[in-house]
């Protein structure tokens, strides 16, 4: 039952990410941790370090599709496949850092946010400009049983890669092939976002063994979006003169 759910949370956040023109919209409603929740859920919580890791993992995944398709001018979809392989491989490896307590990794990550945030990575506004979109009804039921099936037949892989499993990039996948055009834009708001992602842990480390992990993911769920939100609108997002 939980690889219907997940699955379905994906095909709807996809369909959700498709809709929109905006690519920061876009950005942003993945950056929601929708199959984190319900991977959370099913497996009992018990938040740790490899999980925040996951994240960077997930950073890994989509700047690496970026410079294969882009750079490299490999097809998206061989360049999906290469860095997905890659997520797995550098994600069995999180069972030699699983004991390293978790407010070290929480504090260290987010230094390294503030660093970014006061020395960031500058985009041309050519990269936000809104996309067309032309989805029709049929539209929608098609690329959904797409994705819904795609997903489904993925998610298996979890059981492969400890805490990495609960960030693996299940709706990324489409995501990054949604946004292939926009993947530098994809890639500096999810940077960005990380500080919400990453509280969002945090709170659900802190509050789980206290009020339970219902009550934690619930915490957090109130927490993240105005997070979000918060970022993409009060922190600034300086932009390159060039091209």
């Known amino acids: 039952m939980e690889e219907v759910i997940l699955a379905t949370a994906i095909t709807i956040s996809i369909l959700l990410i498709s809709s929109v023109s905006s690519p920061k919209l876009r950005a942003a409603i993945y950056s929601l941790p929708i199959p984190i929740t319900i991977l959370l859920f099913g497996t009992g919580g018990n938040v740790n370090i490899t999980y925040l890791v996951g994240l960077l993992l997930v950073l890994t995944f989509m700047t690496v599709t970026w410079l294969l398709h882009k750079k490299l ?88 890669i400890f805490g990495a499993a609960i960030t693996f990039p299940f709706n990324g996948i489409f995501t990054v092939y949604i946004m292939r055009e926009q993947l530098p834009v994809l890639i500096t708001e999810q940077i960005r976002n990380f500080l919400a992602l990453f509280t969002f842990f945090l709170i659900v480390w802190l509050l789980q063994p206290k009020l339970g992990l219902l009550a934690a993911l619930a915490v957090g769920w109130l927490v993240v979006p105005s997070m979000i939100y918060g970022i993409s609108h009060y922190v600034p997002r300086p932009y390159s003169s060039s091209s």
Do not use: E, M
């Not at 490999?74 to 699983?98: C, D, E, K, M, Q």
């Not at 979109?133 to 690329?143: E, Q, S, T």
């Open 73 to 160: 001018k490999i097809h998206i979809i061989p360049a999906i496949i290469i860095s997905v392989a890659l997520y797995v491989g550098l994600g069995t490896l999180n069972r030699f850092i699983v004991n390293v307590p978790f407010l070290i990794g929480y504090f260290i990550l987010v230094v390294c946010w503030l660093i970014y945030i006061v020395k960031p990575i500058k985009l041309h506004q050519k990269h936000y400009r809104k996309v067309q979109v032309n989805l029709k009804g049929k539209d929608y039921i098609i690329r959904g049983s797409i994705i819904f099936v795609l997903a489904y037949s993925i998610i298996g892989i979890k059981g492969l």
